[in-house]
């Protein structure tokens, strides 16, 4: 017997359809195709409706919510025309930007203040933070590290700095908001800390460029 597939053979799959009916559905479909036009469509009026109306109403918004378009606003309401009504609600609050700033200290102070015994002192009524603002502004921006004492405690590690040389570089306002949290927090009260002393001792120890230790800082006051 031969291998050549007869049309009866099973392994030829049966075509689905005739060569004939084939012919037939692509005459329909080539008859039934749209006559290609030059020139463009119009727009649905329904889209252009719909543009013209978003544009009226973003021009209304901007019109209430410009704030005068100064780089200092973000706050909605501000109206130039009316500053000193406005006064207050551009006031910020410093412990709670402070608090914001927290999270980053938690990692090792806790968020309770309370630091890690032996490892990382504690905040909560720490001689440092309720002391000098020289001192503790000086922590912050260049970092202490060696041996150091607080509340009766010993500690020998290492706290990195959130000033010029560290890895965070935190603004005058920043410090001063994250020092002043941590001075009226947990039980703590001691006197705010303002942006401008910060500056001012940023300014007067500029030129450092390693972390302080407790015996250099007890020399400052
Ligand atoms: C990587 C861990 C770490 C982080 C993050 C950290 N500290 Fe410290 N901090 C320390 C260590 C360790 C010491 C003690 C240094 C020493 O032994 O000389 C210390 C000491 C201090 C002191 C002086 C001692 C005391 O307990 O009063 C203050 C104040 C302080 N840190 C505040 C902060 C603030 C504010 C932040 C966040 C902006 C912060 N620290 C972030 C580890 C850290």
């Not at 405690?153 to 908001?177: H, I, R």
Request: glycine share 10%.
């Amino acid at each position: 017997m031969s291998d050549v597939p007869t049309p009866q053979d099973p392994r030829i799959e049966q075509a689905g359809a005739s060569d004939e009916s084939i012919q037939k559905v692509h005459a329909i479909l080539l008859r039934e195709k749209p006559e290609p036009k030059e020139g463009y469509t119009p727009m649905p009026l329904f889209l252009l409706g719909f543009i013209t109306v978003m544009i009226f109403v973003c021009s209304l918004y901007l019109i209430h919510y410009r704030g005068g378009f100064s780089p200092m606003v973000y706050d909605e309401r501000y109206d130039p025309s009316k500053a000193g009504a406005n006064a207050q609600v551009a006031k910020i609050d410093p412990v709670a930007q402070g608090k914001r700033l927290f999270q980053t200290c938690a990692a090792c102070h806790q968020a309770t203040g309370t630091g890690v015994p032996g490892v990382y002192p504690a905040l909560a009524g720490s001689e440092w933070v309720n002391g000098s603002e020289e001192q503790l502004v000086r922590i912050m921006l260049h970092g202490l590290a060696g041996p150091v004492k607080v509340e009766g405690k010993d500690f020998n590690g290492n706290m990195p700095s959130f000033g010029p040389g560290g890895g965070y570089n935190l603004t005058d306002e920043k410090v001063a908001y994250v020092l002043t949290y941590i001075r009226q927090e947990w039980g703590n009260k001691a006197a705010e800390i303002s942006a401008d002393k910060v500056k001012e001792i940023r300014e007067k120890s500029a030129g450092r460029a390693k972390p302080w230790s407790a015996e250099e800082l007890e020399a400052i006051k």
